[in-house]
């Protein structure tokens, strides 16, 4: 499931958590899970999904996974979020630009990764 949503955002930093010396178009690995503003790309991530799917009511739990990629306006970011919607645990992927030059965030896709 795709989704879209956009998001205010004060700073487009890149964390210095993240990976040392990103270069533009490749994928780095994010060194700190825990880092604040990993944990607040997925909690965007989630919160906009619920915005976006009626009767959604997902609760973030942690991240499990991520990278961020570095693009001429921003930094895309893909994150395995755990996930629990009545105390039904799921991991899901998310995909999150953030703009920097506008402060703007958009959730760019949103899927469950748990086989059905």
Known sequence: MVVASTFSY????????LAP????????????????????????AVKAYNDKIEGSDLK????LEGKFQLVANGITYQLVIATTEEDI??????????????NVR???????????
């Open 60 to 63: 973030f739990r942690k991240v």
């Open 106 to 116: 958009k959730l760019i896709s949103f899927e469950s990764l748990r086989n059905n």
């Open 10 to 17: 004060v700073s487009a930093r890149v964390p210095n958590t």
């Open 21 to 44: 010396s990103p270069s533009t178009d490749d994928w780095q690995p994010i060194k700190d899970l825990k880092d604040s503003k990993v944990i607040d790309i997925a909690n965007f």
């Open 89 to 102: 645990d799921d991991e899901d992927l998310a995909v999150v630009f953030e703009n920097s030059k506008d």
